[in-house]
Nanobody, 125 residues
Framework: QVQLVETGGGLVQVGGSLRVSCAGSGSTFSAYDMGWFRQVPGKEREFVAAVSWSGSDTYYDDSVKGRFTISRDSAKNTVSMQMNSLKPEDTGTYYC??????????????????WGQGTQVTVSS
């Protein structure tokens, strides 16, 4: 497993932008596929975006495609997600997550075994 810490959440108005980042520990962090999920109270944690260990492949939920961009900086052991044109329905706690080493990222939260503590994103109208 890998230790993960998210930063960058906050309050933004509709149509605004935020960038959330996830710092990972350990020399093997660059070998992990990574994902971002979000959750609101009373609902299941839902997939937002993922990036392969190399950074060459990215995946998005349809609800954020064209507005969010996931990227990684292996030299800094970070994965970030730029969120533009934010909508009220983007509000939630955002978590970065890693599947087991050498496993592929997926849309299912149950396939990930390392999670950060989460960072709150609130989009106000």
């Amino acid at each position: 497993q890998v230790q993960l810490v998210e930063t960058g959440g906050g309050l933004v108005q509709v149509g605004g932008s935020l960038r959330v980042s996830c710092a990972g520990s350990g020399s093997t962090f660059s070998a992990y596929d990574m994902g971002w999920f979000r959750q609101v109270p009373g609902k299941e944690r839902e997939f937002v975006a993922a990036v392969s260990w190399s950074g060459s492949d990215t995946y998005y939920d349809d609800s954020v495609k064209g507005r969010f961009t996931i990227s990684r900086d292996s030299a800094k052991n970070t994965v970030s997600m730029q969120m533009n044109s934010l909508k009220p329905e983007d509000t939630g706690t955002y978590y970065c997550a890693a599947p087991p080493l050498d496993s592929d990222c997926s849309w299912s939260a149950s396939d990930y075994d390392s999670w950060g503590q989460g960072t709150q994103v609130t989009v106000s109208s």
